[in-house]
């Protein structure tokens, strides 16, 4: 089963893994660094300004889901820090490859992307050499028996489709495509010849009026 998140739960345990991986030296993280990771401008999409409390309320919600876990430290133990147990624990069933993980967490952070824009963004997490190595994960991700991640439909101007995480919602249905004349019922492709020829009448109709007055103009004066 997969898990599901809210948008705002993904940005949190979207932090938690990047963090886990960019800067293992300060991880886990006190809420004051998840704060400020949840609020950073660069790396993400939306920019929010999160206050501790609303985070500490994320974090709240993820604990009773058994996807964050706290510990105590410093000086009377005083200081609580926070890691995840979203995937790659002994407490669940997700695993991911390294790339698997660096792209899942991007799109947790930044929202639907080509893999030339993960290719850039995620190879800071892990080693990805080209775009073809992206393709590959997110086509694993995508035939999961749940799947993962998502393929949009390709928008107009953009030479590559995005692609888009599914853990914090279903993947928008297809662009559907224009009807064509084979897609059409019977009762549906009589209505339309019906009107194409009501609209040939009316147009010859309306030719024959100009000849007729031309002819009348041009007859001459007896």
Known sequence: MRT???PLEGRVIGCLIEKEISTPDQYPLTLNALTAACNQ???RDPVLSLSGVEVQQ???GLMKKHLVTDRSGGVGGRVTRYRHR???TQF????????ELAIVCELLLRGPQTPGELRTRASRLAPLHDVGEVEAALGHLAAREMPLVAQLPREPGRRESRWMQLFT???PPPVPAAA???KLSRDERIAALEGQVGEL???LAALHRRVDALAGREQPDS
């Open 169 to 171: 919602g279903d993947a």
């Open 201 to 203: 009448h009316e147009a």
């Open 86 to 88: 979203f995937c790659n």
């Open 58 to 60: 994320v974090v709240d």
């Open 92 to 99: 669940g069933d997700l695993k991911l490859a390294p790339p």
């Open 4 to 6: 599901e998140l809210t």
């Open 180 to 182: 064509t004349p084979d």
């Open 41 to 43: 401008k660069s790396n």
